[in-house]
């Protein structure tokens, strides 16, 4: 099949004139009858260039506009002690001094927030992948079944919150009401600070299950099915094809969901700031909603911004730590 | 299907790049452009607006000056955080409502427009109005950075009804404890339960009851000292007083449990207990009413003063107008202001029957119509009997730090002396601006 090749410079028929004239061609100081120095021609490849930018220009304008000045303005704000009204004062590095030594918050929440990130992880993985399993089987009507856990996934996360606080009442609640059948007093599980960072992981497992659950359907479909028949001809049992078959050619996928699930749970806010506002106390209290309560509630733009930057330095390590580990335990067949 | 080389016929890339770029021209120069002409203002306010007697003064006044008024209607649900956002854009709208707790720490970040030449100008007189109503915007520097049109003290919404088939003693209809102090008020609580079905109180949910149950305990201070510098709830009058608010739910069982309630207001639900009849006594400013007046179907409700102890206190929550500085109507907004805190527009809205007008004259118009509560003139006596928590630019920082440890409080697990004491030193930190 002939294919174009559009990086290599068209050529001028044989015979025919340049359309401009050869580098050097308007020496200096030459000029025109009328006496006007002629335009200097740009080359086809730096036209190629000009119009490449031209068409990508409004994007970068965008990207730097609304990325990279937020980011950098952000990271100058972190340095001063901005409220958003009056000018800032430059204050160094002091804002991160006091977040690591005095804010008695930012230890609890943190911690609040690596225990809802690797049990959302878990969870969400573990539970993904075992529906995966389920939804690649072949049976009839089992795109209802990937329907239906995936829909919380594009769900409205006010929704979800809602529909869950009412399960969660204690007393009249679905789920007290079920252990009431069997003679369990249920807990008062978004108002005890021992069960509520739970419940609301449980919640959000349930409503972003659905997500890898498609992603690894995905990669079970993409398996050959001869390296199943090869396994069985030699005997090998259901549990031992998992195990040396199907989760080492899952891995990539694996590896892409950590990362991601883990960069989306270390942001949760949505869920918390329906369910509990972060209590009861502190029980439930996550980075990003404090976060959010020290800039929007308190105004105390500065403190905040060095709180993201903290964020972004957490993340970025421990995405560059499973960057580094890939080559350990993920297969690419 | 291959992609088409060129473009369509009468369509050169040339004219898409051009219109593309007249295009964006366009939106630029419209984005320039101000939403309303210099003819009207803005006004911000966490309520409904059309419909209610605010919407029909500011129709009134519209039609009597020209001033076209753009209502930006904004939930009640974080308002003030909603408020800070525009207030930091550099475009706010030309008038707002304003928390009160807020006034102090926006006054001294100079964000809000001093109204003291307006109000000389235009002959407003001191003696007019309730005084902790006229003093309270006015500033240690001396400036009037907003005005309070009204105030809603805090007190006991409760159903008659159920006192009467109880068979406790009305409260009082004055304002006063006798035979209405703590033990009289938690008493009457026991009675009014009817486990399954009722509870006799809902207060802690309240967050005005930290600072009345302070005051009225013996602590003048409430939760932070007069200059907002110390956090006195810590106090042993405090102390005591949060955890008698703690004890109606987990030692005497009167109050409903803090895990039945919601984290979040917007749905009225606490609210929702008072009206639906599972709750014989609440603790509310005096903005719920109308809610009350509109869902209350099945009983007679009523308002009581805040029961004493030591001492007999409400909070009123002050009804703040304020223009903040980088609008850019102030004369216009002015205009609405006046309107609404003097003569006409006042009157109007005193037709709500939810808050007590600043204005003595007009608060003598707060007369009750035949309908719940029959006991109106409470409220203006409330005023009389009325606190107000100290503030200062770091309060806001303070409370995230001790209001969610309450919590464990509320819900029985640690007492309040064990909170309290333990988290002072980081409020009085956070007093101080340390972090």
Known sequence: MKTSQPHLRPRPPTGSTPTSDPPGAASRGATTPEGVPPRRALSPAARRHLTGWLF??????????????????????????????????????????????????????????????????????????????????????????????FTPVVTNVVAVGFVWFWLYRPGDGLFDGLLGLVGVDGPAWLADAHWALLAVILVAVWQGVGYPMVILLSGLQAIPPSLYEAARVDGASSWTRFWRITLPLLTPQLFFLTIMQFITSFQVFGIIYVMTHGGPGDATSVYIYQVYQVAFSQ?????????GWVLFAIVGLVTWAQMRLEKRWVFYG | MPLPTTAAPGVSRRTVLRSAAAGLGLAATAGCMTASGSDAITLLDWETVPGTPLGDAIEVFQKKTGIRVDVQPTPTSDYDTKLRTVMSSGAPPDIVRMNDDYVRGYSANGQLVDLAPFLRQDGFRSADYFER????????????????????????????????????????????????????????????????????????????????????????????????????????????????????????HVQVPWSQLQPDSTTNFDDSLFVQGKVAMVSRAYGIAPYFSQNVKDFTWDIAPIPGNKGQTTIATMIVWALPKQGRNHHQAWQLLKFLSDGEGAEILARQHNYVPANHEVARQLRSNGKPPAHLDLLSAAIEHATNENVSPNVDRARTIYRPQLESVWNGEKSAAEVLTSVKGQVDRALAGKF
């Open chain 1, 56 to 149: 990508i220009g409004p994007v970068v304008l965008g990207v730097i506009a609304f990325q990279f000045v937020p980011v950098a303005v952000s990271g100058f704000a972190s340095l001063t002690d901005w409220n958003g009204m009056t000018s800032p004062h430059f204050k160094g590095v002091s804002n991160y001094v006091t977040l690591f030594t005095e804010d008695p918050l930012f230890y609890v929440t943190l911690k609040n927030t690596l225990v809802f990130t690797l049990g959302s992880i878990v969870l969400t993985i573990a539970l993904g992948l075992a529906l995966a399993l389920l939804a690649n089987q072949p049976i009839r009507g089992i795109s209802i079944f990937r329907a239906a856990f």
């Open chain 1, 299 to 307: 105004g105390k733009f500065g403190y905040a911004s060095a709180m």
């Open chain 2, 133 to 252: 109503a006229w003093r309270f915007p006015i500033q240690p520097n001396g400036e009037h950075t907003a005005l309070c049109v009204g105030t809603q003290p805090c007190v006991i919404f409760y159903n008659v009804d159920a006192f009467r088939a109880a068979g406790v003693p009305l409260p009082p209809t004055t304002w006063t404890d006798e035979n209405w102090k703590w033990d009289d008020f938690l008493a009457a609580a026991k009675k009014l339960t009817v486990p399954g079905k009722r509870w006799g109180v809902l207060m802690y949910d309240d967050t005005s009851a930290e600072t009345t149950c302070t005051v009225n305990n013996g602590d003048p201070t409430g939760i932070y000292s007069a200059d907002g510098r110390e956090f006195t709830l810590a106090s042993p009058a405090g102390i005591e007083g949060i955890q008698w608010l703690a004890d109606l739910t987990h030692k005497h």
